[in-house]
Structures are given as C-alpha cells and as structure tokens.
C-alpha cells in the first residue's frame, strides 16, 4: 500500500479529514480532479457559523409555500422537473421540519456546531491563516417590525444555548453600517461567528499544512476507484500514477452518492445550489460586517474580491445548467439597499449544498463497504463544521471514542 488512507474530495470536508488522520499518524492522500477548494468551499459567505445550533429547516407556512409554487421567490427556486425528482426527500424534509422532529435533530446538530469555533481556529492557528478573519459577527437585517419581533424570539431561545447576539434598532442598524442605502426596521447581530474573507483560500492553507505536515496532495479523477485483490483500494492520478490504501474517505460533497452508489450505498441528497457574485466597492461606502437581508435570503460579505453576494437555494441537479435568474433578483434588490459598485466577475459563480431530509452531516464507515468511510452531506454549513467531521471521523477511524454521540450522523440511517 502507498498509504494508510486515500481521501476522495478536497474542499472544505475533505481537507478537514485528511489533516486529522495525519494528526493520527496515518500516511494520507489527497485527490480532487481540480485544486483544492475550488467548488462549493470556494464560494460560500464564508461565515463560520457557532450561532446555527438549530439547522436551516424548510419553512411550513402556507404563505411560504404558496409563493414558493410561482418558483418566482428570492430565496428559494426550483428547476421543475429536478424538482420534481426531489419529492421524496422534500417530503422527508418537510415532516422532519416540525417542531417536535426538528428539536431532537438540532440538539443532535447543535453537539457538531458547539465545536465547529474551536476546531477551526487550532487549524487557522496552524496554518498561520488568521489574517483571513474579517471579523466577528455578523447582522441579520429584517425589514418588518413583525419578522423582527419573530427572529428575537429566536435569538433569546438560542441565549439559552450560550449562543449571543444584540439587539440593534433601526438607528442602531443605520449607526453600525452608514453606508446603507435602504432602512430596516431593525437586526439581529450574532457576536459569535467568524467571517472569512475569502473562504476558498482558508481551504487552500489547511491544505498547504496538510503539505508542509508530509501529506500528498494528487490530482484524480475519484470514479477511477477501485478495489486491489488485497482488499485495499486504488485511485488513478492525473501523473499516471496509481494510489493505493486500507482505507477510503469519500468526501465529494454533493458528487458523494455518484461514487458510493457504484459499491451499493447510496442517500437522498437534496442539492440546493446557490450562485455568487462580487462588486467593486462604491467610493466612500463600505460594509463593516457580513449582512443577511433575512427577507430575501441574499448575504452581502466584504471578501477580498470586493463585495460577495450570495443567494439563497435554487433546487436543481448538481450538473444541470446554470440559471442566473436567482442572482439577478437578488442584485436588483440588493442594489436598493447596499452599495454595489459594478459587477467584478464575468459570470455569476455557482455552488451546491449537499442537504440531506433529516438536515444533519453523514460521517462514519459506508455499511456494507469494508474499508470505505464517507464525509457529506453538510448543506447549510458545511464550511462550519468541516474541522469538526474532520476530528470526528479520525477518531472513529483509528479506533479512538469521538468526544460527542456520532450515532446520529452515521451513513447506516439511510441504508
Ligand atoms: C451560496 C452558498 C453560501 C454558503 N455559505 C456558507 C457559510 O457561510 N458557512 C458555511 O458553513 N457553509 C456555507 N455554505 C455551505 C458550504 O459551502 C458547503 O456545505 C461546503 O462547502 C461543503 O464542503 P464539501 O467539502 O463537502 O464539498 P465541496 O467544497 O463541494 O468539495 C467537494 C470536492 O469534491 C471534488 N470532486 C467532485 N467530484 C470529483 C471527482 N469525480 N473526482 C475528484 N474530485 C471530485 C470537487 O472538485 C470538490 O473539490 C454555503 C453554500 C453556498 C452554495
């Protein structure tokens, strides 16, 4: 064998595994087709998430789901006929988003959140990547007094989970962040987070110290997969090379179950895609924070590209064509209210959240696949909470006991 593990995936997920088995004294390889971080690590809002201890639910109200039939929502769109294919986990996820199912799921969630901080930050430390931190917090802006009052609602459940946040009234909002062009009716601004200011670049560091720690970093294409006479698995470079271990990660995000189901394991990932875009900054108008514009689901986070804009979900097969009309929307009203300055990039780009019906992370060994274990399937936060899996996993893999319950994120409860 030319390596105790092989890990499949180098984004935020992947990196994150292949640093903790090292750490476990385990010789490891990397392989992605591209470089690393490049795909839906490359692109989110970059916030480190410690204050989303409950995970991103579907909203059941009717007026939600009403508006959401005429696929001409901000937030959330629909390719149809992708869509349409989905109904089962939607269903899935709908039921899993009521009250009573939806607060067992986030105790379970909150256990990975409570680490996500710490786990990263030993990692920036490492890595000597704490000049990526933009700050710390960041606001959630609600343009109706009745959302507002909602959210509080909210925010003080989650001060009982040690999660903290302030209150800021409109003036409060208009006083942090002069440069707003729009007034709302008031925020929430949680103190815990970190924002990143270019979340594809973290990435590239954790890598770069899985490098410098011996770690060999390949590229590949992870369909070449397969198994040796010895049991063992090999994967093909791009060098030429063939790549051989005891041990398999599959960390390909939302391209996870493409591989797995080839050796008979397979789940219902929901793809929920999201675009981006940066502006130049507009003379004399800055953004302090990173912003959510809680009506339409949009982020605007100063990255080092300028301003980022982030949409919400459009549900769409991972491979399918892009649609920029989601990105569009949220431009035209976001120009209402922020200083956008012209369009920096050619192209809007487009990532994909890898969600699953029951909202939590898959990590542990693939059942029934001797020798292959599997890390996907973080949706919303997958950012947050890659050091976290990462340090879970190693542990689980080289016979350790994780430090909390992995029971719940096991691949076996879709086998
Ligand atoms: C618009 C948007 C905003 C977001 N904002 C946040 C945020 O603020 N905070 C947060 O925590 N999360 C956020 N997320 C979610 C987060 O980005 C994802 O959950 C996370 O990046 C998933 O990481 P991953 O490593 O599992 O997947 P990816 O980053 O997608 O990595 C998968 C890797 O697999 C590789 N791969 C795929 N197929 C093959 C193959 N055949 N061979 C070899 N390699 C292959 C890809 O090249 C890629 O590098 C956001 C997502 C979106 C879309």
């Not at 990547?129 to 507002?148: C, H, K, P, Q, W």
Request: proline letters at 7%; charged letters at 20%; glycine letters at 10%.
């Amino acid at each position: 064998m030319t390596h105790d593990t092989i890990v499949l995936g180098a984004g935020m997920v992947g990196v994150s595994c292949a640093l903790h088995l090292q750490a476990r004294d385990q010789a490891v390889a990397l392989v992605d087709r591209r470089a690393t971080g490049l795909e839906t690590s490359y692109g989110n809002a970059g916030i480190i998430q410690r204050e989303a201890i409950e995970p991103y639910a579907l909203p059941r109200n009717l007026g939600f789901l009403l508006s959401g039939a005429t696929n001409r929502r901000v937030d959330v769109r629909y390719q149809p006929a992708d869509a349409a294919r989905m109904l089962g986990p939607l269903w899935s996820y709908y039921r899993n988003s009521a009250p009573g199912p939806l607060q067992k799921i986030s105790r379970e969630y909150e256990t990975l959140i409570a680490l996500s901080l710490e786990t990263h930050q030993q990692l920036m430390n490492d890595a000597g990547a704490n000049d990526l931190i933009g700050g710390s917090g960041y606001v959630m802006l609600f343009r109706t007094e009745r959302e507002l009052h909602a959210f509080h609602q909210v925010a003080d459940a989650r001060a009982q989970h040690g999660v903290q946040h302030i209150k800021l009234s409109s003036a409060d909002v208009a006083r942090e962040e002069p440069s707003l062009i729009g007034s709302f009716a008031g925020a929430v601004r949680w103190t815990d987070p970190v924002a990143i200011r270019s979340p594809g670049e973290l990435v590239q560091r954790y890598a770069q110290l899985f490098e410098e720690r011996g770690g060999a970093v390949h590229l590949g294409d992870a369909m070449t997969l397969r198994r040796t006479d010895a049991g063992g698995w090999q994967v093909d470079t791009a060098s030429g090379e063939t790549l051989t271990a005891r041990q398999i990660v599959i960390a390909l995000g939302p391209w996870t179950t493409q591989l797995t189901s080839r050796f008979g394991y397979t789940a219902p990932v929901i793809p929920k895609r999201g675009y981006h875009m940066h502006y130049a900054p507009v003379p004399g108008k800055a953004l302090n924070s990173t912003v959510i514009d809680a009506e339409y689901g949009y982020v605007i986070a100063p990255m080092q590209k300028g301003l980022r804009l982030t949409t919400g979900a459009e549900l769409a097969n991972v491979d399918a064509p892009r649609n920029p009309a989601q990105i569009e929307a949220a431009e035209q009203i976001a120009r209402q209210s922020f200083p956008l300055g012209e369009r920096v990039d050619a192209e809007p780009w487009m990532g994909t959240r890898p969600c699953m019906p029951d909202m939590k992370p898959v990590f542990g060994a693939v059942p029934g696949v001797a020798g292959m274990w599997c890390a996907f399937g973080h949706g919303h936060q997958g950012f947050t909470l890659g050091p976290v899996t990462g340090e879970l996993l190693a542990a689980m893999m080289t016979g350790v006991v994780p430090r909390v319950d992995v029971r719940p994120f096991s691949p076996a409860r879709f086998a």
